[in-house]
């Protein structure tokens, strides 16, 4: 009985042993099935090119089908570039068998605590995977990966490993290897490199897109140039009296970028190499049908271009504009800068996703909150007097208009439409801080930060804002509340015609998010195609006033100090938005205002993309549906919400008789939401204190003997200012507290 019992126990466990090795040979099959020779270390694989289209078909930019790849003995190669490139890929490449644990282990810290997203490969795991192996994320492949690795390692020595590396790792575009890579960058062979040029190349393999000097971020190339020479002081092979001179050497690249439309297409490949990776971007053959409208796209970089090259004398140095459709969100131009290969501004830079201060080109924002929140209305009249702001922990604030002087009693179309500074103040502090930087957010301006870091000056530009999120922000004015994330990218293929993705803006009509009731947008909009409203400012003929378009919303914005100038236009149609300013943020002349910098470009670019879109040219999609609404000159139609009513001229309250022959003030008309008409006059007959000899009202500094009592007509604005209606504008400034 205990034999029977034993042997059926001995044959349970063969079994077992049986099933046990039976899966792990399945695994393995499964795992190493097909896996390559390490002896091949090439891929047979033949690179197709990469095309970008504009929205009609045209080709933009073709990345080429060759890989530009001259192979070079490691001899060859000058020790900078070796030693660079192992301190920033693999600081222990000489020491390891091929696996780096505490790379792994320091790739997942950084990534789980710091959020900062890195791989732990070695240079000998990095040459598996882009010779041998497809970019594949699997389970099977990390396993084919570690097992090729080290039979590499077994195979091959560390000087062979890091030549055949140096030789077919991608460095961006069609440059495979660091001989191609240092013709394409610097125009020279490799053995000529000298530290710095070496530093920047060995930085790109991780990310060519990203820290490429021909990207759409080439500021980000210093960057990783600086870290590369960082860790080779670290690893001990250069000193740090090396390494700042290196840091400093100015570096001269050669030319090479897209023709057409070089700053957008840039910043496609970016994010397709993101979504794909670089070596399906560079080779795999993509067919990426974008946005753009080339015809618009050719317009507007000549329309900088000259206009840039007539504002010399006024020491403006660069421009950009960007353009979209504010319904779908799409980016029909993009100028990132006056012209891509030039080299006093640093072309290849685009101002479009730079942050630069916005000046006046905020204000609808502000105005906008707080005609939502109904804490104003379009009539609601502010005391354009001398003010100072004292916030408590801060320094009393005292802003100045843009001409230097005061205009009295200005309700809010006019204070807006002239792009005064004290009113939009006086507004910012109605809306509180919290909440405008909070709405900024919301409208989709990006770069905003803790409210803690702005003050009062917010509303007159004190942030940091791209041109990219302006036209975002303005675009929900255009749309009628609805904040649509800008598309730049419809469709991306394979070269064999298979669909990886598509995206069709006219339905992202339907998916929009919206900030504002359409109700308040119209009044903004309202207020800001009025050329009677900024007339003061701006006079009835300016740049402001596209022929035949009386429909345009515009607002323009300058600095106090000059360096930044804009103009932001738009209508159901298009949103155009146009900077001009130095990329290294030095002030422009005293002549640049708000409608003789960015204005004569956006007059330009507004009138062209209006023509072309009130012809139908944009409405294929909507044809196809059925859906395409007329076009036209008509202003916006009065939306639901909004009422008009006759308002005195001077303080926006309601007129003091009803009699319509004799209302008791000069009238005019203007729109309200619901519920905000005034129903009462604002004038108060009240004693005040007169200032003897300027009859204006005396300030609290006035000596009593200079001071006399006087009963005259006053209004009390919304931050508190008295301003009495009869006497001389004041110039002695008041102050006002708030508690912010």
Not at 114 to 143: C, F, M, P, Y
Not at 281 to 296: F, M, P
Not at 541 to 566: A, I
Not at 634 to 661: E, F, L, M, N
Request: aromatic share 8%; charged share 20%; net charge neutral.
């Amino acid at each position: 009985m205990i034999k029977r019992i034993k042997k059926i126990f001995s044959t349970r466990r063969r079994i077992k042993a049986a099933i046990y090795w039976g899966l792990v040979a399945s695994v393995g099959i499964y795992l190493f099935w097909g896996i390559p020779l390490p002896t091949k270390l090439i891929s047979e694989t033949l690179p197709v090119s990469t095309k970008i289209f504009d929205r009609n078909g045209r080709l933009i930019y073709e990345i080429y089908t060759d890989r530009k790849r001259t192979p070079i003995k490691l001899t060859e190669i000058p020790d900078y570039v070796k030693e660079a490139t192992v301190s920033i890929e693999d600081k222990d490449f000489y020491k390891h068998q091929g696996i780096s644990y505490s790379g792994i282990v320091r790739a997942f810290y950084n990534t789980t605590f710091k959020h900062d997203l890195q791989g732990g490969s070695t240079i000998t795991q990095q040459l598996v995977k882009n010779t041998l192996l497809t970019s594949e994320r699997t389970l099977r492949r990390k396993a084919q990966e570690l097992v090729l690795t080290v039979v590499l390692e077994s195979v091959y020595s560390k000087d062979q490993i890091l030549e055949k590396y140096l030789n077919t790792i991608p460095y961006g575009g069609t440059a495979y290897g660091i001989e191609s890579a240092s013709e394409t960058y610097f125009g020279k062979p490799a053995k000529d490199l000298s530290l710095a040029e070496s530093a920047l190349l060995a930085g790109l393999p991780q990310r060519p897109s990203t820290y490429s000097p021909f990207g759409a971020h080439p500021e980000m190339a210093k960057g990783r140039q600086q870290e590369v020479l960082k860790q080779m002081v670290a690893n001990g092979y250069i000193t740090q009296t090396e390494s700042d001179e290196a840091d400093r050497e100015s570096l001269i690249y050669a030319d090479i970028s897209p023709t057409q439309a070089p700053h957008f297409s840039l910043w496609i490949k970016e994010q397709l190499a993101q979504k794909y990776g670089e070596k399906i971007v560079e080779q795999g053959g993509l067919r990426v049908y974008t946005t753009l409208d080339l015809d618009i796209q050719e317009l507007a970089q000549q329309a900088v271009a000259t206009e840039v090259g007539k504002l010399k004398k006024q020491k403006v140095g660069n421009g950009a504009t960007i353009v979209t459709r504010p319904s779908t969100g799409e980016i029909l131009a993009m100028v990132g800068s006056k012209d891509y290969f030039a080299t006093d501004e640093d072309g290849k830079v685009n101002v479009i996703l730079s942050q630069r201060q916005p000046g006046s080109s905020i204000k609808p924002l502000n105005y906008a909150l707080a005609i939502k929140d109904r804490k104003i209305t379009p009539a609601t009249a502010f005391a354009d007097v001398p003010t100072c702001f004292r916030v408590a922990g801060q320094p009393s604030y005292c802003p100045v208009n843009y001409d230097g002087t005061y205009h009295g009693l200005v309700q809010a179309r006019f204070a807006l439409g002239n792009s005064y500074n004290i009113p939009a103040v006086k507004v910012l502090a109605l809306n509180g801080l919290e909440n405008f930087i909070d709405f900024g957010k919301k409208m989709g301006l990006t770069t905003l930060t803790d409210p803690k870091d702005y003050g009062l000056s917010a509303t007159l530009g004190g942030v940091l804002v791209r041109p990219f999120d302006m036209a975002v922000a303005y675009g929900v004015l255009a749309n009628q509340g609805v904040e649509q994330p800008l598309v730049a990218i419809t469709k991306v293929a394979d070269w064999k015609g298979n669909t990886l993705e598509e995206y069709d803006p006219a339905k992202n009509t339907l998916t929009g998010t919206r900030v504002l009731d359409p109700s308040v947008t119209f009044l903004i909009s309202h207020i800001l195609y009025d050329n009677n409203a900024r007339a003061g400012a701006f006079g009835t003929s300016s740049f402001l006033n596209v022929s035949g378009h009386p429909e345009v919303s515009v607002k323009t914005g300058t600095t106090n100090d000059r360096r930044d100038n804009w103009t932001i236009g738009y209508t159901a149609d298009a949103v155009v938005v146009t900077w001009v300013g130095n990329n290294d943020n030095t002030s422009m002349g005293g002549a640049v205002s708000g409608v003789s910098g960015a204005s004569p470009i956006w007059n330009r670019v507004m009138r062209s993309v209006l023509a072309k879109a009130e012809s139908g040219a944009y409405d294929q999609n909507e044809k196809d549906r059925g859906t395409v609404k007329s076009r036209g000159h008509a202003w916006p139609k009065q939306p639901d919400g909004v009422i008009g009513a006759t308002i005195c001229a001077d303080t926006g309250g309601a007129p003091p008789s009803q009699d319509p022959t004799n209302p008791g003030c000069p009238t005019r008309f203007e729109y309200f939401l619901s519920g905000t008409v005034p129903g009462v006059s604002n004038i108060v007959n009240q004693d005040i204190l007169i200032n003897n000899l300027t009859g204006q009202m005396a300030s609290p500094t006035d000596p009593p003997d200079q001071v006399h009592m006087e009963n005259r007509p006053t209004y009390t604005d919304p931050d508190g200012t008295l301003f009495c209606l009869n006497c001389p504008v004041a110039s002695a400034s008041a102050t006002t507290n708030y508690p912010l």
